[in-house]
């Protein structure tokens, strides 16, 4: 494609989980999908990036509820010496649309949210 290959990948994860006797276990994260299209060559790659997640409102005693949220995340990155050069440098952007976003299975959702909008410039030299 252009010079370019073309790569797809995507995650899907659900997990429903009760305690018997007792109801929904608690802390557990409701279905999420994750997907990305990536295009490579020697020396640029470029990804985007879509991660959904449903609500959650099948919770244990003294939980609460859980919105449901999608973010959006896009990288660039160049080598300027090739692929096979240990030399990058990475513009990256997540969370793009600045959405609230918060997991059902952490202890503080309820206090904080997981991080707004971030853009990254990162430059990375291996040996």
């Not at 994860?13 to 109801?23: H, L, N, P, S, V």
């Not at 994750?34 to 099948?58: H, M, T």
């Not at 969370?95 to 976003?101: C, G, H, P, T």
């Amino acid at each position: 494609f252009g010079g370019f290959d073309v790569l797809l990948d995507g995650v899907a994860d659900f997990t429903r989980a009760t305690i018997k006797g007792e109801g929904p276990a608690p802390r557990i994260p409701p279905l999420r999908l994750l997907g990305g299209l990536e295009l490579q060559s020697d020396n640029f790659e470029l990804r985007g990036e879509v991660e959904w997640a449903d609500s959650q409102k099948r919770i244990a005693d003294f939980e609460t509820t859980t919105g449901g949220f999608t973010m959006v995340s896009a990288s660039a990155t160049w080598r300027p010496f090739g692929r096979d050069k240990n030399i990058s440098l990475t513009a990256s952007a997540d969370n793009i649309f600045d959405v609230e976003a918060r997991r059902a299975a952490s202890f503080t959702k309820d206090f904080v949210a997981l991080a707004g909008r971030d853009f990254r410039l990162t430059a990375r030299l291996s040996f």
